[in-house]
């Protein structure tokens, strides 16, 4: 064990921090319950338009930097090729950003949509229903991949530009924190990160393990109880424990492999056998909803409501403000597994990359999935909402999947797919973690026994509420543990900007990539006076 790697301050302050939380929980879980309760509500109630207003400046900052000068600016030295081929690139990078929350909600969240629609419209009616089909879609759409992608720019070029090899978010607001970073400032930004991914994780654990659950007793018969889920999280647990303790180059990417494989086979399944055309035109159908209603949906918060008699519907605050800060809380994680893949491309390749796979993905898990579930409800097939609304959203899952023919396949690799979504997150997420509490990442790759560390330190959170029935807490857990990183969010984007306007102009010989057109009539008289 090499203790000389290790970033003390960081690991101990990080680990500190999360204790700070878990026992007070543990030891007065009710008094906690109401305290992080009323914290959320404090948070978006009062800093959900800070939340948009990221989402939106990132779509826009990294628009504009794709196009710009520092596009183009590559990833690694010059003769460096591509270090993963797109295919490879786009699967870890998808299977890393994205979890099992993913068949969690595209499977589900149109019923919410459906039943509480957003801008006062009737639920049941013709806009809930359009609303329902493509809410989602935006959710983990564009702006959302937007916040994935911010990080990754400063993080990749220190990393492969500035060379420095530190894999470290305190490390990519250096050009704005100057010599503070070597400081306690620079802890304290490694910490709200390491504890920010660990509120993302834990929403992420509390919405995925009685999904899990669900299936395994769909399969097996076991009752859905606390041993079951603790199980379920143990074992996800020691899943992605030995991917992360393997490395990127075998674990991590065998997993993100056999991952997208199941689910280009569930996602092409659910399309033939299910309504094609009505999930085909549906899904086509959102885009032109989230093209028309692109800004509304983007910065919709009900100031009004109150003061004009109005019940506000809350929906901003419970989807909008929420979802970005999930997306949030996990950007500098996305980031830096990103930058770590990326070497070789340049730094528009990477962000057009990202935002655009990214979201294409998802567009057709929420396109395939749940327009199959609206279907089943538009047509009486199968009333899922009231289903829903009884027996809860992760029975409500399986039991759409039992709509499908062949379902005692489906269920069984619908349930190993979410705990290969929820490993291939954990895992990178691991590895990061271990590289951000560290001094040094030697080779590349953090300590294997530290990454396995984190592994284990990621699910402490999670298996501690759910034994105080706090599972619906945690849920939530992303909301708190996100706000500072709004603002580090805000740091990266403007170091990036500093130091790569820096080298661009300390590089006299740079040649900017333009081309300088005259009208046609100048250039061919210009031409016919060479000639005479
Ligand atoms: N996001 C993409 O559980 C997961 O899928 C992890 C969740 C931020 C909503 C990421």
């Known amino acids: 064990?090499?203790?000389?790697?290790?970033?003390?301050?960081?690991?101990?302050?990080?680990?500190?921090?999360?204790?700070?939380?878990?026992?007070?929980?543990?030891?007065?879980?009710?008094?906690?319950?109401?305290v992080i309760n009323a914290a959320n509500e404090f948070m978006t109630g009062n800093f959900g338009v800070?939340?948009?207003?990221?989402?939106?400046?990132?779509?826009?900052?990294?628009?504009?930097?794709?196009?710009?000068?520092?596009?183009?600016?590559?990833?690694?030295?010059?003769?460096?090729?591509?270090?993963?081929?797109?295919?490879?690139?786009?699967?870890?990078?998808?299977?890393?950003?994205?979890?099992?929350?993913?068949?969690?909600?595209?499977?589900?969240?149109?019923?919410?949509?459906?039943?509480?629609?957003?801008?006062?419209?009737?639920?049941?009616?013709?806009?809930a229903i359009q609303w329902a089909a493509s809410y989602g879609m935006y959710h983990w759409g564009p702006v959302a991949w937007a916040i994935y992608t911010l990080p990754a720019l400063p993080i990749a070029y220190f990393y492969y530009v500035r060379k420095k090899p530190v894999l470290k978010i305190s490390e990519a607001v250096r050009p704005v924190l100057g010599?503070?970073?070597?400081?306690?400032?620079?802890?304290?930004?490694?910490?709200?990160?390491?504890?920010?991914?660990?509120?993302?994780?834990?929403?992420?654990?509390?919405?995925?393990?009685?999904?899990?659950?669900?299936g395994i007793n769909d399969i097996t018969g076991i009752p859905v109880t606390l041993g079951l889920q603790a199980a379920i999280m143990l074992l996800c647990t020691i899943i992605f424990g030995i991917s992360a303790y393997s490395g990127l180059r075998r674990g991590i990417r065998v997993l993100s492999d056999i991952?997208?494989?199941?689910?280009?086979?569930?996602?092409?399944?659910?399309?033939?056998?299910?309504?094609?055309?009505?999930?085909?035109?549906?899904?086509?159908?959102?885009?032109?909803?989230?093209?028309?209603?692109?800004?509304?949906?983007?910065?919709?918060?009900?100031?009004?409501?109150?003061?004009?008699?109005?019940?506000?519907?809350?929906?901003?605050?419970a989807w909008t403000v929420f979802y970005w800060a999930w997306w949030v809380v996990y950007a500098p994680?996305?980031?830096?597994?990103?930058?770590?893949?990326?070497?070789?491309?340049?730094?528009?390749?990477?962000?057009?990359?990202?935002?655009?796979?990214?979201?294409?993905?998802?567009?057709?898990?929420?396109?395939?999935?749940?327009?199959?579930?609206?279907?089943?409800?538009l047509s009486g097939e199968f009333d899922v909402i009231s289903f829903m609304n009884e027996n809860g959203a992760p029975a409500a899952i399986i039991a759409i999947l039992h709509e499908l023919p062949l379902s005692v396949l489906i269920?069984?690799?619908?349930?190993?797919?979410?705990?290969?979504?929820?490993?291939?997150?954990?895992?990178?997420?691991?590895?990061?973690?271990?590289?951000?509490?560290?001094?040094?990442?030697?080779?590349?790759?953090?300590?294997?026994?530290?990454r396995m560390f984190w592994a284990f330190t990621l699910t402490i959170l999670p298996l501690a509420l759910m034994f105080i029935g706090g599972l619906?807490?945690?849920?939530?857990?992303?909301?708190?543990?996100?706000?500072?990183?709004?603002?580090?969010?805000?740091?990266?984007a403007w170091s990036f900007i500093k130091a790569s306007n820096e080298d661009i102009r300390a590089h006299r010989n740079y040649q900017p990539p333009t081309i300088y057109l005259e009208p046609r009539d100048i250039v061919a008289r210009k031409r016919e006076n060479k000639n005479s």
């Not at 990221?54 to 460096?80: E, N, P, T």
């Not at 490694?190 to 899990?212: H, Q, S, V, W, Y």
């Not at 509304?296 to 100031?303: A, H, K």
């Not at 990326?342 to 993905?361: C, N, P």
């Open 50 to 127: 800070l939340y948009l207003m990221l989402g939106m400046g990132a779509l826009i900052f990294l628009l504009y930097v794709a196009f710009s000068k520092s596009g183009q600016i590559k990833l690694g030295s010059k003769d460096v090729k591509k270090e993963f081929g797109t295919f490879s690139w786009a699967a870890m990078l998808f299977s890393a950003g994205i979890g099992s929350s993913i068949l969690y909600w595209a499977m589900i969240e149109w019923a919410y949509y459906y039943q509480g629609p957003p801008f006062g419209d009737q639920p049941g009616s013709e806009q």
């Open 259 to 317: 991952n997208l494989v199941l689910t280009i086979f569930i996602l092409l399944f659910i399309f033939i056998f299910g309504p094609t055309v009505f999930i085909s035109e549906t899904t086509f159908s959102s885009f032109g909803v989230i093209g028309d209603n692109f800004f509304s949906m983007s910065t919709w918060l009900e100031p009004m409501a109150p003061l004009i008699g109005d019940e506000a519907t809350g929906f901003p605050e």
């Open 472 to 492: 619906e807490t945690l849920q939530t857990a992303s909301i708190v543990a996100g706000f500072p990183v709004m603002f580090i969010m805000v740091l990266l």
């Open 179 to 214: 010599k503070y970073v070597d400081g306690p400032v620079g802890v304290i930004v490694d910490i709200l990160f390491i504890f920010g991914l660990l509120g993302g994780a834990g929403t992420t654990l509390a919405l995925g393990t009685p999904m899990i659950a669900e």
């Open 333 to 377: 994680f996305v980031g830096l597994f990103v930058a770590r893949i990326s070497r070789g491309r340049t730094i528009k390749e990477m962000i057009l990359g990202t935002m655009i796979y990214g979201t294409l993905g998802c567009v057709l898990f929420f396109g395939i999935m749940g327009n199959f579930g609206l279907y089943l409800q």
């Open 411 to 450: 269920v069984p690799i619908f349930t190993i797919l979410a705990i290969l979504f929820l490993a291939t997150t954990f895992d990178s997420a691991s590895y990061i973690l271990a590289a951000v509490a560290q001094t040094r990442v030697k080779g590349g790759e953090p300590l294997r026994w530290h």
């Open 1 to 34: 064990m090499n203790n000389k790697l290790i970033d003390w301050p960081t690991f101990i302050g990080a680990l500190a921090v999360l204790f700070s939380v878990v026992l007070p929980l543990v030891f007065f879980p009710e008094a906690g319950a109401e």
